[in-house]
């Protein structure tokens, strides 16, 4: 059985598996049921003066059965006065010792606001400190949450004075609703992060209802932008735990989140450089027990890759993500379609004739039977046509040998600069 | 013409410069593609100094340039 304990920056919890600060951490009882129910650690739903709430809160996008293929949310930050969740905090962290509390917060961007929260919540014993600016909706509005998380500065600064006074580990939480995220991680690095968290929801509006025209969702048939989370977001969140881990400048550890559902993305999340997950979006569809099988998959998984703790996952894919131009450009795959697998519904040849490379024919067999071959020689190896495929097993992606040596974009643009231009209006 | 085909007939081109004795000298690329100069290596008087290919398909643009990186290496190794 392999080590699932987890040390982000000096924060340890059992597992690496968090609840992310939202409605399922909102009180000492949820708090306390997910502990019982497995989860690692919680990041307790963001503490600050405490905001009123709209009804309804809450729309789910589904996709093609999936009925929560994403989810938004126009909740805000606690309703509870800090001294109720500061009590819960200090029970549950009494009763539960061994497993990770951090503190998400979110004040004025003032020195003293953030020195007096920083003390009040450390009082009640936290292991860690989650700066919240990241929330997109309703706060942003009054300056605080991604409306400050979007400046680089004030990142910078806020983290600075929540560093002045801290005493345990201070994750800064970014938001993705930013052109590059690794320009507000490398602020919260430079005021003092000992870890960034990422993603935040990304901002949204869920749908429109076609008959009634409201948004969805509405407030007495007015809606607001909200947050997106979810499985829908799991590739840009991964993008971004990526695209900080390889960043030379951000050299702190990552709490990854976004679009975790499962142990599989758990491992893809800490492959890219996440140090542990948080999970939001999966936990209010199925509820806290969903943590048994992702703890469960983790273990089988580190067993069967004969990895003894799972801190050895941390970064593994990192180096295998690059810029476009160091991508090699005669690497070549094909598609090889087999026929005694295909059903023949023509979805690959329909793909590829009419949105990519035209490469596949429709052809007969020797007994007159249809069948799809795809010529290789014109095959650019897109995956669309496997993509579409409906059938498993029916069209591989092959690797195929064109004995040219490797050479990257990069590669071939030195080599092109390095010999003079020709004078092209000679060329008729 | 076949895709592909488009790309045998330039690669056609391009090695038969190179199996007369010429070397990749100058590129210049711009909207219409890829414009190749070829200077002649060799002793035959015969053969024009230079030769300039406008090299259009993809799978060519990346073999000629292969070439030149491959020509550039073993320029550095002697």
Request: net charge negative; glycine share 8%.
């Amino acid at each position: 059985m392999a080590d699932l304990s987890l040390n982000l920056a000096g924060i340890k919890s059992p597992n690496p598996f968090w609840l992310a600060s939202a409605p399922p951490t909102n009180s000492g009882y949820q708090v306390q049921r997910a502990f019982e129910a497995g989860w690692g650690g919680a990041v307790w739903k963001t503490l600050g003066e405490p905001i009123l709430n709209v009804s309804s809160r809450f729309a789910a996008v589904g996709f093609n059965g999936k009925k929560v293929a994403g989810f938004n949310n126009i909740e805000l930050i606690t309703d509870r006065p800090l001294e109720v969740n500061l009590k819960e905090i200090y029970e549950t962290k009494k009763k539960f010792p061994n497993h990770a509390i951090i503190a998400s917060l979110m004040v004025e961007p003032t020195q003293e606001k953030w020195h007096e929260i920083v003390k009040r919540v450390e009082d009640v014993g936290v292991d860690g400190l989650e700066l919240n600016f990241g929330c997109p909706h309703g706060m942003a509005e009054r300056g605080m949450g991604a409306a400050s998380g979007q400046v680089p500065e004030l990142v910078e600064k806020q983290t600075m004075w929540a560093k002045e006074v801290a005493q345990t580990p201070v994750i800064v939480k970014l938001t993705p609703n930013i052109t590059d995220i690794t320009f507000t991680a490398e602020a919260a690095v430079n005021g003092g992060a000992d870890a960034v968290s990422m993603i935040n929801t990304i901002n949204s509006l869920a749908g429109v209802d076609i008959d009634t025209w409201d948004t969805i969702p509405n407030v007495a048939g007015k809606g607001a932008h909200g947050g997106y989370c979810g499985p829908a977001v799991k590739p840009i969140a991964l993008n971004m735990v990526a695209e900080c881990a390889r960043h030379p400048k951000i050299n702190v550890p990552i709490s990854g989140m976004g679009g975790v559902s499962s142990w599989r993305e758990a491992v893809e999340f800490m492959l890219m450089g996440a140090t542990g997950v948080q999970v939001c979006t999966a936990a209010m569809h199925h509820g806290f027990s969903i943590v048994e099988d992702m703890k469960d998959g983790l273990n089988n998984y580190l067993d069967e890759k004969g990895i003894d703790s799972v801190m050895d996952l941390v970064g593994k894919s990192v180096e295998k993500y690059s810029d476009w131009g160091n991508l090699d450009l005669n690497h070549q795959i094909v598609a090889k379609i087999n026929n005694d697998v295909c059903i023949n519904c023509n979805k690959c040849h329909i793909a590829c004739e009419d949105t990519s490379h035209q490469c596949i024919d429709m052809l007969k067999d020797a007994n007159g039977n249809d069948i799809l071959k795809v010529r290789e020689e014109d095959c650019v190896g897109c995956n669309l046509c496997s993509i579409v495929c409906p059938v498993d097993g029916a069209i591989d992606m092959v690797e195929y040998a064109n004995g040219k040596p490797p050479m990257t974009w990069n590669e071939r643009q030195a080599a092109i600069g390095a010999v003079s231009s020709c004078d092209v209006d000679l060329i008729k | 013409m076949s895709d592909h085909r488009e790309f045998e007939a330039e690669r056609e081109k391009i090695d038969f410069l190179l199996e007369q004795g010429y070397v990749i000298k100058g590129v210049t690329e711009n909207l219409s593609g890829a414009f190749v100069e070829f200077v002649y290596q060799g002793n035959d008087k015969e053969k024009s100094e230079k030769e300039r290919l406008h090299v259009l398909h993809p799978d060519s643009r990346k073999y000629f340039s292969t070439i030149l990186v491959q020509q550039q290496r073993k320029q550095s190794v002697k």
